[in-house]
């Protein structure tokens, strides 16, 4: 059993992510009826790093919830997560190609720009730069 410290300095995260974690119900330690200290147990401890893991694929807690619970009843959750990351990644190489667009833009634009900085315009325009396109 491990205190909040213990068990954040044994799995190299903060005692603030352990406390969200406990907060939002994702690891329930026991706590001592005595002196109301939580302890966490090994289990917690594979939770917290499972859910550490899982972050780096990019699934969101409610998505690791999921997971955690379908494998907490005895259900296998990998084609669940196959399908997670999955969508995850065309969402990726969606967003990609959004930003691509994005940047030729920006450059496009520096590029037109460039010899028009010093230029004068009409003054009730806010930056003819931008609204002469």
Same mark, same amino acid.
């Given at each position: 059993?491990?205190?909040?410290?213990?068990?954040?300095?044994?799995?190299?995260?903060?005692? =603030?992510?352990? +406390?969200?974690?406990?907060?939002?119900?994702?690891?329930?330690?026991? +706590? =001592?009826?005595?002196?109301?200290? +939580?302890?966490?147990?090994?289990? =917690?401890?594979?939770?917290?790093?499972?859910?550490?893991?899982?972050?780096?694929?990019?699934?969101?807690?409610? /998505?690791?919830?999921?997971?955690?619970?379908?494998?907490?009843?005895?259900?296998?959750?990998?084609?669940?997560?196959?399908?997670?990351? /999955?969508?995850?990644?065309?969402?990726?190489?969606?967003?990609?190609?959004?930003?691509?667009?994005?940047?030729?833009?920006?450059?496009?634009?520096?590029?037109?720009?460039?010899?028009?900085?010093?230029?004068?315009?009409? /003054? =009730?325009?806010?930056?003819?730069?931008?609204?002469?396109?």
């Amino acid at each position: 059993m491990y205190t909040v410290k213990q068990i954040a300095s044994k799995l190299s995260v903060t005692t =603030d992510v352990v +406390r969200y974690y406990t907060r939002i119900g994702i690891v329930s330690p026991r +706590r =001592d009826p005595e002196n109301g200290y +939580r302890y966490y147990s090994n289990s =917690d401890a594979r939770i917290i790093t499972f859910v550490r893991k899982a972050k780096h694929y990019g699934l969101t807690l409610n /998505e690791i919830v999921e997971i955690i619970n379908t494998s907490l009843k005895g259900g296998s959750p990998c084609e669940r997560v196959y399908e997670m990351v /999955e969508n995850h990644h065309n969402e990726t190489r969606k967003k990609i190609v959004e930003l691509q667009e994005f940047e030729k833009r920006l450059e496009n634009a520096l590029l037109s720009w460039e010899s028009e900085i010093e230029s004068k315009y009409e /003054e =009730d325009l806010i930056c003819p730069l931008i609204e002469k396109d």
